[in-house]
């Protein structure tokens, strides 16, 4: 009997100790498994990032400065923004231009929507606008092209002469090799400044529109006021190197529209909106001569 129980010991001590030695060699394979890429950050900048995270999908929905992060560090993102934005006109790169125009309703002071009219044939004639008359245009450069024909401000030897006084803000979001700054402009935003850095066309070809439909409604001179705009930027962390700029730009317009014609008894009726254009440019820096050879 103490024979068959010292058999059984000793069968039960061989099994743990075979898995004891699975065990160690399992978790020897998963570390040596695991690697860790080194990001070589040329310039360190910071990105005191807030995170909110929606419970039902778990992925994060909110990227954010604390109001304390960002009086802090605006000068030192803005400083990194406009000398690394500058030197892109200097560099050999291919470079494609998307466009994108829109009407949207404009916002009041806390960021509500504003009725764009009381009148649902100048609603409709709006919405008509958005949908079908306005377009988006591309265009692009090929390498070796000189960029300050084609990048804005076209002509000039900058990209930006935007000065920190003109800006509210400015953000760092670094995601493993891709850093993405987001210029805010002072709103309203003067003329003047808009110059600076855009080279877009104005709101004249939307008004434009309205004007095809004479026959049933004439507009007014409009107020024109330059609000939320920013401009983002995407660079290499590595490099410094700039991979794309993109142009937000939004004008809230204020005019009138006075029925003709068949729509004569709706009188004069106030009309407010935001015209919202955005143009990206990707930045591609790989010589086609070089990639040739290499083949």
Do not use: W
Request: hydrophobic share 40%.
């Amino acid at each position: 009997m103490n024979r068959k129980i010292l058999a059984l010991i000793s069968v039960v001590l061989v099994f743990s100790m075979v898995l004891g030695f699975a065990g160690c060699s399992s978790t020897g394979t998963e570390e040596e498994s695991t690697t860790t890429t080194t990001i070589n950050v040329k310039t360190p900048l910071p990105t005191d990032i807030t995170t909110s995270v929606d419970e039902e999908s778990n992925v994060v929905t909110d990227t954010t400065y604390s109001p304390e992060a960002l009086a802090a560090n605006t000068a030192t993102i803005f400083e990194y923004f406009n000398l690394h934005v500058n030197e892109v006109k200097g560099a050999k790169a291919a470079v494609e231009m998307s466009q994108g125009k829109s009407i949207e309703k404009a916002k009041d002071a806390e960021g509500n929507d504003l009725p764009m009219s009381e009148n649902e044939y100048v609603n409709a004639a709006i919405t008509a606008l958005d949908s079908y008359m306005l377009h988006t245009d591309g265009a692009n450069i090929e390498y070796g092209e000189d960029l300050a024909a084609f990048l804005p401000v076209k002509g000039a030897s900058y990209v930006s002469a935007i000065t920190l006084d003109e800006v509210e803000s400015a953000t760092c979001v670094d995601n493993e090799l891709i850093r993405t700054i987001t210029v805010n402009l002072k709103s309203p935003t003067l003329p003047a400044t808009i110059e600076k850095a855009y080279d877009m066309g104005n709101v004249d070809d939307v008004l434009a529109e309205f004007k095809k439909a004479e026959k049933y409604m004439t507009v007014a001179q409009p107020t024109l006021e330059y609000k939320d705009c920013q401009i983002i930027i995407t660079a290499n962390v590595e490099t410094d190197e700039v991979l794309s700029i993109e142009y937000v730009k939004n004008i809230d317009v204020k005019t009138e529209v006075t029925g003709t014609g068949s729509l004569a008894d709706m009188g004069t009726v106030p009309v407010t909106f935001r015209y919202r254009n955005t143009v990206t440019y990707s930045i591609d820096r790989t010589n086609p001569a070089e990639t040739a050879a290499a083949a």
